[in-house]
């Protein structure tokens, strides 16, 4: 499957909305300021996606005295986010596929510890693979220069950096899926 922007401005816009009710002015600066180096939607962009959103009853429209117009998730933009969420991407490396990883993995803040494990685990698999891939292809063809080493060496180091972290991660979240805490309790 491959990445949509559709899927990414949807996916972003209802993250920004998940824990308050925002002004559409917010959303947007919200929006083009999450990931500018790997995704840079127009103005155009997020104000289709929450159009998008509002028409598809995953966020309301509310007028307020104190605030003026604020825009609000419904339980069923709740769901829509959390499938959002679990979309997997594929396989196929793309600006789009870094940009929706980073959006989910941000975004795991608001999602239960299933679902989140579930991300973690896809984002854990597919880092692993991009390393192996890397290695396979400087062994395949290997550079002796100065400044393709460096480079080699720094998306190594970026690539098993990334899995280390996430490996933390995923030990953390797997042990909030095995004990969960009861509903009321404090942590």
């Not at 890397?134 to 098993?160: D, N």
């Amino acid at each position: 499957m491959s990445v949509s922007g559709t899927t990414i401005a949807d996916l972003a816009v209802l993250g920004v909305v998940q824990r308050n009710s925002v002004q559409a002015d917010h959303i947007r600066a919200a929006v083009k300021g999450m990931f500018p180096d790997q995704w840079l939607p127009t103005a155009g962009v997020v104000n289709a996606a929450v159009e998008r959103a509002v028409s598809a009853g995953h966020l309301s429209i509310r007028q307020l005295e104190s605030l003026g117009t604020t825009i609000e998730t419904t339980d069923a933009g709740r769901a829509q986010f959390q499938a959002l969420l679990l979309t997997d991407p594929g396989d196929a490396l793309s600006p789009a596929l870094r940009a929706l990883e980073a959006m989910q993995f941000c975004f795991l803040d608001l999602a239960d510890a299933g679902t989140a494990k579930k991300v973690l685990n896809r984002i854990r698999r597919r880092t692993k693979q991009r390393l192996t891939a890397l290695r396979r292809r400087t062994q395949k063809c290997p550079h002796a220069g100065r400044y393709a080493s460096l480079w080699i060496s720094m998306e190594t180091r970026r690539l098993e950096t990334s899995a280390q972290l996430i490996n933390l991660v995923c030990s953390d979240v797997e042990h909030e899926v095995q004990n969960p805490v009861p509903v009321g309790s404090v942590s």
